[in-house]
């Protein structure tokens, strides 16, 4: 399976999919890393990894849709079967996500669908819920509502801010993101009716996690 990844930043769950698929664990290959921005560290960890990078500056375009196209034939171009975004902070065209339907996969730091959006971790906490967590989801045309593939959960602590909690959750990104891109390998994620079905995967119906636990 042939990957890109698309960043703007320091690509901490860039350089997850990265060791996951050096390991050679899983029949997946990085391809193309592309960032908007020519300053982010995680093109410095794609060509330590010799993958091959692209800078496609956003302000160098008249508006969305033009930089759109130009993400979509840089990725076309590479093969890609599997588009991650790892930490890209632009809102994708309708006609992105539709290209690349069922292929774009996005990271969230919450247990979607509470949360959406920015600022994640200082809403859970305003709201008093005593578990948050990341979602890995496809992509559709709405703001963090695709159909969820996996998640992980993440306890928030009484004395918890926003930045203890993000730095929590993101270990458990590192771990869920390469969860999600070997299924994607291993051909066990089949989109149905809106909803994520995961082959061969054992399930305890009784689990359960409780905070706080006493």
Request: a negative charge; aromatic letters at 6%.
């Amino acid at each position: 399976m042939r990957i890109g990844v698309l960043i703007s930043g320091g690509g901490t769950n860039l350089q997850a999919l990265i060791d996951l698929c050096q390991a050679g664990s899983v029949n997946a290959e990085i391809v193309l890393v592309l960032s908007n921005v020519a300053t982010a560290f995680g093109l410095e960890r794609a060509k330590r990894g010799s993958i091959p990078t692209q800078v496609i500056e956003h302000k160098g375009y008249d508006g969305r849709g033009p930089f759109d196209k130009a993400m979509i034939q840089a990725l076309d171009g590479a093969g890609v079967d599997l588009v991650c975004l790892a930490g890209f902070m632009r809102l994708l065209t309708p006609e992105f996500v539709r290209h690349f339907s069922g292929r774009l996969i996005n990271i969230h730091p919450a247990l979607l669908p509470a949360f959406p959006g920015l600022h994640v971790q200082q809403q859970a906490i305003d709201a008093g819920v005593r578990f948050s967590g990341a979602t890995v989801h496809f992509v559709d045309e709405g703001m963090d509502t695709g159909p969820i593939i996996a998640q992980a959960v993440v306890p928030i602590m009484l004395e918890d801010d926003a930045d203890a909690l993000a730095a929590r959750i993101l270990k458990q990104e590192h771990r869920l993101y390469p969860l999600a891109v070997r299924l994607f390998a291993e051909n066990r994620v089949r989109l149905i009716d809106g909803k994520v079905e995961i082959s061969d995967c054992a399930q305890d119906p009784e689990g359960a996690m409780i905070n706080p636990p006493c």
